[in-house]
Nanobody
Framework: QVQLVESGGGLVQPGGSLRLSCAASVSIGSIKTMGWYRQTPGKARELVASITNGGTTNYADSVKGRFTISRDNTKSTVYLQMNSLKPEDTAVYYC??????????WGQGTQVPVSS
């Protein structure tokens, strides 16, 4: 079992920045892929960004150039730096861990409203 705890969400104005953190209960060096997803009411959860054990990153087209995912293995924490936020980035953001056995674990989610 992998427990994930997100933090850093909150109200932000358009054009602003926010950094989300996801602390894992195990060493993330042992996890295949860590990722951030987001979901809005009535829509499916979508991938925002992911980072593999080897450091390879992947981003949704809608956030490329604005969001950056990173990991600190010493702290078992993954970060999502979000810059130039737009109202359409408003969502609940979820941290995900996919193990080498392809098990998926999710955090409880953190709300990010982008509004003036």
């Amino acid at each position: 079992q992998v427990q994930l705890v997100e933090s850093g969400g909150g109200l932000v104005q358009p054009g602003g920045s926010l950094r989300l953190s996801c602390a894992a209960s195990v060493s993330i060096g042992s996890i295949k892929t860590m990722g951030w997803y987001r979901q809005t009411p009535g829509k499916a959860r979508e991938l925002v960004a992911s980072i593999t054990n080897g450091g390879t990153t992947n981003y949704a087209d809608s956030v490329k150039g604005r969001f950056t995912i990173s990991r600190d293995n010493t702290k078992s924490t993954v970060y999502l730096q979000m810059n130039s936020l737009k109202p359409e980035d408003t969502a609940v953001y979820y941290c995900n861990a996919r193990t080498w056995y392809l098990d998926n674990f999710w955090g409880q989610g953190t709300q990010v409203p982008v509004s003036s």
